[in-house]
Structures are given as structure tokens and as C-alpha cells.
């Protein structure tokens, strides 16, 4: 079965420190992947996504995240966070070609301390 | 303002007692689909929809039921609840073509159910 793994389930930041997320997928073929955000008390929105072309993909709020084939990584990456960037972060993948559903993994908090 | 809504945000219920969860969007997606969130698990898909009266199971769909009779709205029913149901659930819808996602999915605001 596919699925995703975040590997850390809690990060403690403080601002301006740098910041990269594990993501790794278990799927042989090509894929769709993308970065969701839950801040506290809303619901879940896109951070970025890759479906094809440059595996370095920009996303809002100064995120980028590289897919890397060979390691089937996903990491999220902010070289400088903030306190507004408190939040649980979701990686998820479909399979391209036959995208019917999306499989999430298990997320990771991130607070950053002011 | 291009949404998806889901009611009631809140809802407290007792074991076996049926209940349905609304789902609706304005976006004219083909594809729509229910998750529910729990902690350490992640977002787990229920069931999903390809369009207008298709429907598929998704990774835990024991317990519920959905239906499509229109493209806007998706409704979750749960005949018979029961404790382990306690969850944030979500609806979801996007894009789709020949069946398949196409693009980003957008989330309902989610629904907070307790099942005592």
C-alpha cells in the first residue's frame, strides 16, 4: 500500500532559525506531492505542490520544498521561519496517471518560539 | 468566493444514533471526498467521488456511507455511530478529468464530531 512518512512529529524553532521537514513516500512510479499547512483552529490549505518539470518548487510564504526521485523525498524547507508559522505541516502524494486518491502522512507540529 | 462547506461544525451524539455531515462546494469540482483527521494518524480519506453518482472507498471506510446525486454536494452518514467515529472530519473537493485528480484539493472548514 502507498503511504507517507514524517519522520518528526514535533519541531521547536525559534524565529529566524532555518528549517527543513521530512517527507519520504513509498510508490515506485511518478507522482503528484504536495505541502499542506493547518494553522491552529483552521482548516487545511496548499503550501505547493509538484506534479512535473523542476524538482525545486516555491510555494507561499517563502516555503520551497525538492523533490529528490532517488531518496522519494519531499522536504519542506524555510531558510527563516517565523512565529506566524506555527502550525501542523501535511505531506501528501497521488499517483500520477491513475490520481484518484490522496494519502497523507502522519504530520508534524512545528512551533516556533518568539 | 469560491468555498467548500461543511455543517455542523460541531456536533456531540450518542452511540447509534444516525447522522449526516453536509458537504458542499461552489467550484463545479468533479472530484470530492471525505477525511478524517486523528492524532498521530494524519488525514485518512473515508470515501471519494469521481462525479456525479460514482463513488469509491477510501482507506477507512467501515462505518460509513456517502452519497452523489448532485455535483456540489457530498453528505457523510454515519447509520449507526459509535465511539471509535470521534474525529475532525473533512471534506474535500477539486478538480478532475477522465476521472482522475487534476489539481490542488480544497478543504472544508472540518467537522468536530463527538460520539459518546
Known amino acids: 500500500a502507498q503511504s507517507v512518512s514524517q519522520h518528526n512529529h514535533h519541531v521547536i524553532l525559534s524565529e529566524a532559525a532555518s528549517l527543513e521537514l521530512g517527507c519520504n513516500y513509498s510508490?515506485?512510479?511518478?507522482?503528484?506531492l504536495f505541502w499542506y499547512v493547518q494553522y491552529p483552529g483552521q482548516h487545511l490549505q496548499l503550501l505547493l505542490k509538484?506534479?512535473?518539470?523542476?524538482?525545486l518548487v516555491k510555494g507561499i510564504k517563502g516555503f520551497e520544498a525538492e523533490f529528490i526521485k532517488s531518496k522519494f523525498s519531499f522536504n519542506l524547507r524555510k531558510p527563516s521561519v517565523q512565529w506566524s508559522d506555527t502550525a501542523e505541516y501535511f505531506c501528501?502524494?497521488?499517483?500520477?496517471?491513475?490520481?484518484?486518491?490522496?494519502?497523507f502522512g502522519s504530520g508534524t507540529q512545528l512551533t516556533v518560539l518568539p | 468566493e469560491a468555498q467548500v462547506t461543511q455543517n455542523p461544525r460541531y456536533l456531540i451524539t450518542v452511540t447509534g444514533k444516525k447522522l449526516t455531515v453536509t458537504c458542499s462546494q461552489n467550484?463545479?469540482?468533479?472530484?470530492m471526498s471525505w477525511y478524517r483527521q486523528d492524532p498521530g494518524l494524519g488525514l485518512r480519506q473515508i470515501y471519494y467521488s469521481m462525479n456525479v453518482e460514482v463513488t469509491d472507498k477510501g482507506d477507512v471506510p467501515e462505518g460509513y456511507k456517502v452519497s452523489r446525486k448532485e455535483k456540489r454536494n457530498f453528505p457523510l452518514i454515519l447509520e449507526s455511530p459509535s465511539p471509535n467515529q470521534t474525529s475532525l472530519y473533512f471534506c474535500a473537493s477539486s478538480k478532475g478529468n477522465r476521472g482522475l485528480i487534476t489539481d490542488t484539493q480544497y478543504f472544508g472548514p472540518g467537522t468536530r464530531l463527538t460520539v459518546l
Open positions: 509538484y506534479f512535473s518539470g523542476d524538482p
Open positions: 467550484m463545479n469540482h468533479e472530484y
Open positions: 501528501a502524494f497521488s499517483r500520477s496517471g491513475s490520481a484518484r486518491q490522496l494519502t
Open positions: 510508490y515506485g512510479g511518478t507522482v503528484n
